[in-house]
């Protein structure tokens, strides 16, 4: 069945995470606006308290946080601080700050292939910022004109592999495209759990981005390819 819709996971399948260090991000949190107020450790602590208190597990799947509207502002409100109004950019250099990606040519090269195929595409990301973020990070690396929709689990508060996140794109993928076939869609990813669990657990036909050549051990039914410009052949 030809594809109308590819859904594709971004971290480590579209976008290539050259350096990650989530401390870093906590770092310029910490050095812009806490740092006469308590130490590091402190800071940390208290970070982690909230964060974790967040997280929970529910019928449609795990939960997820979103960083720059549950976590910092009670954070900040503790120690006497508002939020800044630009809370866009602060939510930028902290991810900005803790990650440096790029996008390879042979992804470029799919996304254009499927473009002039007139094959639809979106991106499913867990994370804990929001899409007009990732939204943004496409922006400027060139790829944001490809991709109908963008979710990020931060925005809706489940995250995959839950059942509840696939839905949720699965029922505006519908919306945008009026008598769409399940079989039509494809989702591609590179996370076993996340991906390959999640996809094949909502019914979308998956394809596991498995560059690491890991084991397939539970033996679950999807398509298995180490270079992304393979997608091509499922569509």
């Not at 499927?114 to 094959?119: D, K, N, P, T």
């Not at 979106?122 to 790829?143: D, M, Q, Y």
Request: proline letters at 3%; hydrophobic letters at 35%.
């Amino acid at each position: 069945m030809r594809k109308t819709v590819v859904v594709f996971d971004l971290w480590e399948t579209l976008f290539t995470s050259d350096f990650y260090d989530f401390e870093k991000g906590l770092r310029y949190l910490y050095d812009g606006f806490l740092s006469e107020r308590c130490s590091y450790e402190e800071f940390k602590t208290e970070f982690y308290r909230i964060f974790r208190s967040l997280f929970r597990i529910q019928e449609s799947g795990p939960t997820e946080v979103c960083l720059i509207r549950e976590v910092i502002p009670p954070l900040l409100e503790k120690y006497g601080l508002e939020m800044p109004v630009d809370d866009a950019e602060l939510e930028y250099m902290i991810l900005t700050s803790m990650q440096k990606y790029s996008v390879s040519q042979d992804v470029r090269d799919v996304l254009e292939r499927l473009a002039v195929a007139g094959v639809k595409t979106a991106i499913l990301s867990n994370g804990l910022f929001r899409g007009s973020l990732v939204e943004r990070l496409l922006s400027e690396s060139g790829i944001r004109h490809y991709f109908e929709r963008v979710f990020s689990s931060a925005d809706y508060g489940v995250k995959k592999p839950g059942k509840g996140f696939f839905e949720i794109a699965l029922k505006q993928i519908r919306e945008d495209h009026p008598g769409i076939r399940d079989d039509e869609i494809l989702y591609v990813g590179n996370d076993y759990n996340d991906d390959v669990r999640g996809g094949t657990g909502a019914g979308i036909e998956t394809v596991w981005l498995n560059v690491a050549n890991e084991k397939n051990d539970d033996g679950i039914a999807c398509h298995e390819i180490d270079d992304i410009t393979k997608v091509l052949e499922f569509v």
